[in-house]
């Protein structure tokens, strides 16, 4: 008996030592049938259904597995709940690692997930999905090429639906990816950039997070990897370029006039393979992502007699000095001038620049060829009688008929203000500044058509996007916007109202603090 208790006891002693050998696990799997919140090794989670099965298993550092069948709609998350205390801009670099082993029958989506606050937005980067391409049929506002695919970029409003602050009215920004994938490295800031220069305003980010989503449907879904960086600054011109396609160069046109503004995306051809069409930050578009010994070719410039000055708007962000060569008949060519382009303040941060040039005259096709990285939007040359040194107001005047013979132009310093602060201003141009909200100018027009078209042009006083709500007879008709303090105009096309006299006013309703918003004039067509 004291043979047998002596070997139970040394055996008890044994596996104990044996199992001392091997560290506790502290992070053991958590399995949700029902909809729940909450952190798990360093990563927020939810699942959330209406009703229907579901199980989702977090297996930690952001990782999880989840199936669904029977359901309405339900969603898998992990992510970083930031808490809408900073911008993306404040955060810098916020980049996701994924792989996801994702099989779902009917009507799914795996993306980026999140929110921001003032304004409220709900925003997805869909990396691929089921049945259904979201958000719907939807033309896109635009491209941006990054991370090695293409995505169309869309938005899309939801009215009187649950959000992080209640039932609201609010936006959706939506990235969905041409070609399905379903893991790889997502340059999320990238696509907050290409948003914002489509006047698709970010606010503070409330969260980042990947999801798994169903409705409808059934299927399965295993995360491998889900891991989040947030902060950091890219290298070159990445880190500043809101990103756009890579364009398609249509046809030669059958000519161009040099002394007319050539927008540098409506370029013909270009050695490179990274060179992407960019936003401007004004509603505008230009080219990017330019590398040493890249071109653009633009063909069929008439120089007239003879061309004297060449102005680009570039920016520029590095602390060297990229020189913009200007040739004729190919990247080889004669030399007619060269443009420096030193550090603007930043590569969103747009300035004109001027040169003097030699040798151009008649038709010929003009090649910008570069040492260095460069965002560039337009050019125009300028000749001896008008050169482009000096920056000129091409400020059009009042039509004084009223009528729609032709487009009406009305100065915006000649309409009616209201509002606390709203007043006249002399720089940038002649004009009228809106400095809070419901601060507005306004005036009578008579419309004989019900659609027409409104292009105001305007500018921020600093880089932040200003917002001007368009309202004809009291209603909601658009907005413009403007990023940047670069006098830009923004058009607003085939808009619907009444005929006759109608109230037309522009006016600031989501001023934040951080802005204020120059008018110069507004154009009826």
């Not at 579901?54 to 709609?73: D, K, Q, R």
């Not at 658009?478 to 109202?497: D, E, L």
């Amino acid at each position: 008996m004291k043979q047998r208790s002596k070997l139970i006891f040394s055996t008890v002693v044994c596996l104990i030592f044996v199992l001392s050998l091997f560290p506790a696990s502290v992070n053991a799997a958590i399995t949700l049938t029902s909809n729940a919140t909450g952190n798990y090794d360093g990563y927020d989670y939810e699942y959330w259904k209406d009703y229907g099965n579901g199980t989702m298993t977090l297996t930690g550092g952001g990782s999880f597995t989840c199936s669904w069948s029977n359901i309405n709609n339900i969603l898998f998350r992990t992510g970083k709940k930031l808490g809408s205390t900073q911008t993306y801009q404040q955060y810098g670099n916020i980049i996701i690692d994924y792989a996801c082993n994702y099989q779902p029958n009917g009507n799914s989506y795996l993306s980026v997930y999140g929110w921001t606050q003032n304004p409220l937005v709900e925003y997805y980067i869909i990396e691929s999905y089921g049945t259904w391409k979201p958000p719907g049929s939807n033309s896109p506002k635009g491209y941006i090429n990054v991370d090695g695919g293409t995505y169309e970029i869309y938005e899309t409003t939801r009215y009187n639906q649950p959000s992080i602050e209640g039932d609201k009215t609010f936006q959706q920004y939506w990235s969905v990816r041409t070609v399905k994938r379903t893991s790889g490295t997502i340059s999320v800031h990238e696509h907050f950039k290409a948003w914002e220069a489509r006047g698709m305003r970010m606010g503070k980010l409330y969260e980042v997070s990947m999801v798994v989503e169903g409705y409808q449907s059934s299927g399965r879904a295993e995360m491998t990897k889900m891991n989040i960086t947030i902060g950091g600054q890219g290298s070159g011109n990445t880190g500043g370029n809101n990103g756009g396609n890579n364009g398609n160069p249509g046809p030669a046109p059958a000519e161009q006039s040099a002394f007319t503004a050539l927008e540098a995306e409506k370029y013909n051809s270009t050695n490179s393979s990274t060179v992407q069409i960019i936003g401007t930050g004004n509603g505008g578009s230009g080219v990017g992502y330019i590398e040493n010994g890249n071109y653009l070719e633009f063909k069929n410039v008439n120089f007239g007699s003879g061309a004297a000055s060449f102005k680009a708007r570039v920016a520029y962000g590095g602390n060297s000095t990229t020189t913009i060569q200007l040739r004729l008949g190919s990247s080889t060519g004669t030399l007619i001038g060269s443009l420096n382009v030193t550090s603007t303040g930043g590569w969103d941060s747009y300035k004109e620049l001027t040169t003097t040039v030699s040798g151009a005259s008649g038709v010929k096709d003009l090649y910008l060829c570069f040492n260095g990285p460069v965002n560039i939007d337009s050019f125009v040359f300028g000749t001896a009688d008008n050169n482009n040194d000096k920056p000129v107001d091409n400020k059009p005047v009042d039509n004084p008929g009223n009528n729609n013979s032709g487009p009406v132009i009305i100065q915006c310093e000649n309409m009616i203000k209201s509002g606390q602060y709203t007043g006249n201003i002399s720089s940038p141009f002649s004009g009228v500044a809106l400095y809070a909200n419901n601060d507005s100018v306004k005036f009578t027009h008579n419309f004989t058509s019900s659609t027409s078209t409104f292009s105001l042009r305007g500018c921020s006083n600093n880089q932040n996007m200003a917002r001007v709500d368009l309202r004809i007879g009291g209603q909601y008709k658009g907005t413009f916007y403007y990023g940047g303090s670069y006098p830009a105009v923004y058009t607003i096309q085939n808009v619907s109202h009444g005929t006759g006299n109608q109230t037309v006013e522009l006016i600031v309703t989501s001023d934040n603090g951080t802005w204020d918003a120059y008018l110069d004039y507004l154009q009826i067509n």
